[in-house]
Nanobody, 123 residues
Framework: QVQLVESGGGLVQAGGSLRLSCAAS????????MGWFRRSLGKEREFVAV????????RYPDSVKGRFTISRDNTKNSVYLQMNSLKPEDTAVYYC????????????????WGQGTQVTVSS
């Protein structure tokens, strides 16, 4: 089992940047594919980024591609989301998630997730 704790959210102006962190506890962090998703008021859960176990592969939806970067440090059991050129439509609660999917093309499975961190982008 994996416990996830997100941090780093806040209020930022449009065009600004934030870096989210997610600390994982439990066993065998490297056995999990890690990702981020977000949820805003009145909207469905939205995939934001995913990274493979080995850090070799990442995937993003078009809505954040070129602006967001996911990374992980397996020595620190942590995953990060660098968000640049933020837009008001990026406002949401951001969640870190872990799953055991093997293929990067597999949608997030949401096996585990944290409590979320609020990101608010003002115009």
């Amino acid at each position: 089992q994996v416990q996830l704790v997100e941090s780093g959210g806040g209020l930022v102006q449009a065009g600004g940047s934030l870096r989210l962190s997610c600390a994982a506890s439990g066993r065998s962090f490297i056995n999990y594919r890690m990702g981020w998703f977000r949820r805003s008021l009145g909207k469905e859960r939205e995939f934001v980024a995913v990274i493979s176990r080995s850090v070799a592969a990442t995937r993003y939806p078009d809505s954040v591609k070129g602006r967001f970067t996911i990374s992980r440090d397996n020595t620190k059991n942590s995953v990060y989301l660098q968000m640049n050129s933020l837009k008001p439509e990026d406002t949401a609660v951001y969640y870190c998630t872990a799953d055991r999917a093997m293929a990067m093309s597999t949608p997030l499975l949401y096996d585990y997730w944290g409590q979320g961190t609020q990101v608010t982008v003002s115009s």
